[in-house]
């Protein structure tokens, strides 16, 4: 494994109409946990079904039905935190929110206040080849989510679909150690991409699957570095959070927003109220939601009907041994591996399905060359289909690293696979097979391809000369061979031979 060793980037500084400012940022990721069965019940957490069709006795807060934990839940969070580097905590017990709203059918919701199942964590998070930022992890709890209110199907009338109810989400709470809109982003991105790689959340944020809650505050220069080292939050400026982030274009627009915002109000001598607001896309602004409630404002207490839950190191060990790589771990393995570069794979390592795939061309392929194809080639076709993902490729990996071979055996040139690549993906079929049949094998012999030459050359005394005086025009008679020759004659030849002949 490679050694790699990161720059921290700088922090977003922001002018306001008096001085600079610059951004702290926390967030609180909620995860929903990859399980059939929600956290207290059977019920399935099936997306997409009929309104009202996933709901159990107990989610729907019955008299007398009592909560049952999903195991599978648990271990979900287990390996999310392993994945973290985060401490896990063998003791840990579920508390009740309380709050009275339509969509919880319960007037509380079950979650860990005071013993969460996951300690103390970090991710490492890239912003570019060599630069990285590490963000702490304050905790990881788990909770069960609420319900849908629904209110522009009647003008009269809301609607609650309690689907969703009971579902298991992952509150993943990060320190305030993130100083830009990018790195918020960039930092999202990565704890999907190491869910994604686990496993425990499928990370899909158009389906809610994966949302953000954002901390903002701003700090005068200097203020961010004196409270790490005294651990003071007050000389950080008030936070105020922006509610159910579902995007990371949004997330970034409106960590940008809010600053602005509180700049505005801080230099003309207001002060920032501790709040949640919402953020419009559309008028680009935030809008105050409620005070930011407190602990108390909850009036947690520990659930009654559920004891503490306590694991074994054993069974948490267990899991430890069952984790797939994970991205840095990949990332560095690739680079070491197959010789490529820190971005190239960065790329490949993006999303475990491409990583995978890559993985299947370079077992019969040189590691860079097939890097290049899969990376230019294959990804940019995808992304011109309609953005199409490595799971719908048209084109196999066996395929890819057919059409790979070929150029590495002498059988086709550059130009002749990037053809015989656009068949295969339109019409599929062997790319040896299509080589053979359509009479796309290069040309080597150098005979022919002399003769192709010397042709050129009769034909175009005044470009001799003019290659003879400046040997850079030679590529012009190269260029023309390969054109009369259908683009099959070998590149390497045809240069050799040229040049012999503008030689003599």
């Not at 158009?206 to 080292?229: F, M």
Request: proline fraction near 5%; glycine fraction near 8%.
């Amino acid at each position: 494994m490679l050694d790699l060793t990161y720059e921290t980037p700088k922090p977003k500084v922001i002018a306001g109409a008096k001085q600079d400012w610059e951004l702290v940022i926390g967030l609180e990721v909620h995860a929903q946990v990859a399980t059939k069965a929600k956290l207290f019940s059977g019920a399935s957490t099936q997306f997409g079904a009929e309104p009202n069709s996933n709901v159990s006795f107990v989610d729907a807060g019955m008299p007398g039905m009592l909560p049952v934990i999903n195991e599978e839940c648990i271990a979900q969070a287990v390996r999310t935190g392993l994945g973290l580097n985060a401490d896990i905590n063998l003791y840990s017990a579920f508390d009740r929110k309380n709050y009275f709203y339509p969509d919880l059918p319960q007037g509380y919701q079950i979650s860990q206040l005071y013993h969460p199942i996951v300690g103390e964590g970090e991710v490492l998070v890239d912003m570019g080849p060599g630069i990285a930022r590490v963000v702490r992890i304050e905790r990881i709890h788990l909770e069960q989510d609420a319900g849908k209110s629904i209110h522009d199907m009647d003008p009269q009338m809301s609607f609650v679909d309690l689907n969703r109810t009971g579902v298991a989400l992952m509150e993943i709470v990060s320190r305030p150690d993130i100083r830009g809109p990018e790195e918020a982003a960039a930092y999202v991105s990565k704890l999907r991409q190491i869910m994604r790689y686990i496993g425990s959340c499928d990370g899909n944020m158009q389906n809610g699957n994966l949302r953000a809650d954002v901390n903002v505050s701003i700090c005068q220069p200097g203020a961010y570095e004196r409270y790490q080292e005294t651990g003071d939050f007050s000389h950080l400026g008030t936070r105020c959070e922006i509610k159910n982030m579902n995007s990371l274009r949004f997330i970034q627009q409106a960590i940008e927003v809010e600053a602005k915002r509180q700049i505005a109000i801080v230099e003309g001598g207001g002060k920032i109220d501790q709040e949640t607001r919402l953020y419009d896309p559309d008028k680009g602004e935030t809008r105050s939601m409620r005070s930011k409630e407190e602990a108390h404002d909850y009036r947690y207490f520990p659930c009654p009907d559920l004891l503490p839950l306590e694991i074994e190191q054993a069974w948490i060990d267990d899991l430890k041994s069952s984790l797939p790589e994970l991205p840095d771990e990949k990332r560095a393995r690739f680079m070491d591996g197959y010789g490529l570069s820190e971005y190239d794979a960065s790329v490949l390592t993006a999303d475990v399905e491409n990583a995978a795939y890559f993985e299947k061309v370079a077992e019969a392929s040189e590691g860079k060359l097939a890097a290049n194809w899969v990376i230019n080639e294959l990804f940019g076709r995808l992304k011109k289909d309609d953005d199409k993902g490595i799971t719908e490729s048209p084109v196999s990996p066996e395929q890819l690293s057919g059409i790979i071979a070929l150029i590495t055996k002498g059988h086709i040139s550059g130009k002749i696979a990037k053809d015989l690549f656009e068949i295969v993906y339109s019409e599929g079929g062997d790319p040896a097979e299509i080589v053979e049949t359509r009479g796309m094998k290069q040309v080597t012999d150098t005979g022919a391809i002399e003769a192709a030459v010397d042709e050129i050359i009769a034909a175009n005394p005044a470009q001799v000369e003019k290659a003879k005086a400046n040997p850079k025009l030679a590529g012009w008679f190269v260029g023309q061979v390969m054109k009369a020759t259908g683009g099959k004659a070998n590149p390497k030849a045809v240069n050799e031979i040229v040049a012999k002949k503008l030689a003599s």
